[in-house]
């Protein structure tokens, strides 16, 4: 940790006011983005339907992501992540993105609280799913290519994928005047 508060120009102390362990640092960039998902989400137009702002949400916040990165910075990175600490600050980092993202849903849907409806932390779970395959075909693409397309593409298949294995919607009864019932 001294490493790495030397390196931020920082004392050890102002350093342990922020992070808890150096593994915790090392994720903070995930840890951000799980928040800001929640916000960006919460920062959509209410028009928008809830796959598309979900969507948008998520590509704001990695948007920035947009091109791949010197190969010795995914190396240094595979190098970090291979730790079992760091794996666990990681499943924290997606956890609470699965957990922000759950309450910003059902914020906007006017849902039940998150913990009572299986539907938002579903929805969230599936969304985090995507986001960590993406983010794993990043780190172990050769060559090195830009994580956020991938996070587009892993979206894309996720709504695909979901649209190919539920059943049609039933045809609605309609009244004596051709309206839905």
Not at 9 to 36: G, H
Not at 98 to 103: D, I, N, W
Not at 145 to 163: F, K, Q, S, T, Y
Request: glycine letters at 6%; a negative charge; one cysteine or more.
């Amino acid at each position: 940790m001294e490493d790495i508060a030397t390196a931020a120009e920082v004392s050890p102390r102002t350093f342990n006011n922020y992070f808890a362990s150096k593994y915790e640092a090392i994720c903070a960039l995930a840890l951000d983005r799980s928040f800001q998902i929640g916000e960006a989400l919460r920062e959509r137009p209410a028009g928008e339907s809830l796959w598309d702002a979900v969507r948008n949400a998520v590509l704001d916040v990695y948007g920035s992501a947009s091109a791949a990165p010197d190969p010795e910075v995914i190396a240094g990175i595979r190098l970090v992540t291979s730790s079992p600490a760091l794996r666990g600050e990681y499943l924290k980092a997606l956890s609470i993105m699965q957990y922000e993202l759950a309450a910003a849903i059902t914020e906007r849907t006017g849902a039940a609280p998150a913990g009572d409806t299986f539907f938002t932390r579903a929805f969230s779970g599936a969304v985090t799913a995507a986001v960590q395959a993406a983010s794993e075909r990043w780190l172990f693409a050769d060559p090195p290519v830009a994580l956020a397309p991938l996070i587009e593409h892993a979206l894309r298949d996720l709504a695909g994928g979901m649209l190919a294995v539920l059943p049609p919607r039933p045809a609605t009864e309609s009244d004596d005047e051709g309206r839905p019932c």
